[in-house]
């Protein structure tokens, strides 16, 4: 099964929509605010579109395949939920035409999640 999720992945990764390409452009090698993520990344049972793990944040883009598929999406968010992440959801239309708004939200999100300070101020241990 897991060899499966692996090719489907990387299957995934080869076709991306316009979207997701748009997209990974911005968030791909530490561009965006510094932060790495991964594209077609396998979490749980599922292939998301985009994750940050060091902030726990998801980031899916959905097209007009998904207005018929809700209750399977609100699932798979509330499985993802329970795994200590944070999921985005996007039209693919707002990524295509509203980037800098998408991008936003996304950087709102990932600016609550301030790492922990490394070394610690003042020489303090944990």
Not at 26 to 32: A, G, I, M, P, Q
Not at 49 to 60: N, Q, R, S, Y
Request: hydrophobic residues 40%; charged residues 35%; neutral net charge.
């Amino acid at each position: 099964m897991k060899r499966m999720h692996v090719r489907r992945a990387r299957d995934l990764r080869g076709n991306m929509t316009d979207a997701e390409r748009l997209l990974w452009c911005h968030l791909r090698n530490r561009l965006f605010s510094g932060r790495k993520f991964r594209t077609q990344h396998e979490i749980d049972r599922y292939i998301v579109d985009f994750v940050c793990a060091e902030a726990k944040l998801i980031v899916e883009l959905d097209g007009g395949q998904h207005a018929e598929q809700m209750e399977q999406d609100a699932e798979r968010t509330r499985r993802l939920e329970t795994l200590g992440y944070r999921v985005l959801r996007f039209w693919n239309d707002d990524v295509l035409t509203n980037t800098d708004a998408v991008l936003e939200a996304i950087l709102e999100v990932l600016a609550r999640f301030a790492p922990h300070p490394s070394p610690l101020p003042g020489g303090e241990r944990e």
